[in-house]
């Protein structure tokens, strides 16, 4: 993860409702966003083409580009694009490839950029970070925060199921990276910034404790404010670190295993969880897993399709995927000997818990 630019910026604008794509010339006739009605609106493939169709009206003669979104490369070519006349905004509607390949190309030529999500699948809606492919790896890349935040539930709701629980698994985590960035300001007096942890926490904890289901607005309203307000801890800080701690070292290490386990949230879920074990916070560990579990998530590495050993490995491969950051891993720093009576106990824990 690159040294993000600290700033203390927010948002000019955060809507989270049904019928927001439609809408968007109401949200583009703000002039802090646009003086002159110059945008460029970039979607993805596919529901892409649909969703500037719904939204055509309110966009008039706005400039449209359909990219495969994802790469670096794809980022660039969409930024050579952008550079050919001036925008005051870059838009980009969809879903988590297409923002962050918008954000990036962005953020490259200093256009403001507006996010208009459709699916609820991480924190990158709002976030200072591009997740993006290069040359076979995944990296991800500093960019500027979104100027403004709009997210349609219709499409949230018409989405994949596992998307949704994708973005629960991303929110929760926070918990557990904000209890790793306590621990090493404890143990290593790494400096650390209150009002991120805040942000980051106060999201998390409305998802925890929201009784709905993914299929309720109030409930998908609440993890898009919590997916929201992790990315603006980490544009406050200047850093991943109120959103990426033990639990994202875990998926790391499982993507670069055992590539194509699950998607990103699926797996900082269940280390957030391994983690919140591991710290010894048990009231936490329980509520989390409850949470994980009502929503459909791993809460087991047999869920996730690892065995036991194959899970072990990662979490002891974890610290290398990180080096810089200390969390309950490297604090504890277990043999692989120890991790396997670990989980064995953690199991255990569970039965108790979920029954």
Partial sequence: MPLLARTVATPLSIEVRRGAVADLGTLLADRRISSGGDVAVVVGPGQGEKIV????????????????????????????????????????????????????????????????????????????????????????????????????????????????????????????????????????GEPIDGLAVTLARTGAEALVNHPGKITDDGFLTTLAEALILGGISMSICGSSRPASGGDHEISHAIDRLFPGTASHGEQVGLGALFCTFLRGDLERFGQLARCLHRHGLSTRPADLGLTDDQFVEAVAFAPHTRPDRYTILEHLALSADDLRTRLGDYVDALREHLG
């Fill in 53 to 188: 169709e719904l939204c055509r009206p309110s966009l008039g003669s706005a400039d449209v580009f359909t990219v495969a979104g994802g790469t670096v490369d794809s980022a660039n070519e969409l930024g050579d694009q952008l550079r050919r006349r001036s925008y005051d905004a870059v838009v980009g509607i969809g879903g988590g490839k297409t923002i962050d390949t918008a954000k990036y190309a962005a953020t490259r030529y200093g256009i403001p950029m507006v996010t208009v999500a459709t699916s609820l699948a991480n924190d990158g809606i709002a976030s200072p970070v591009a997740s993006l492919t290069h040359e076979g790896g995944k990296g991800s890349y500093g960019v500027h925060i979104p100027i403004a935040v709009l997210v349609d539930l219709d499409f949230v709701e018409n989405g994949p199921d596992r998307q949704t629980q994708a973005g629960i698994g991303d929110a929760v985590s926070n918990l557990s990276a904000c209890a790793d960035w306590e621990l090493a300001h404890e143990v290593r």
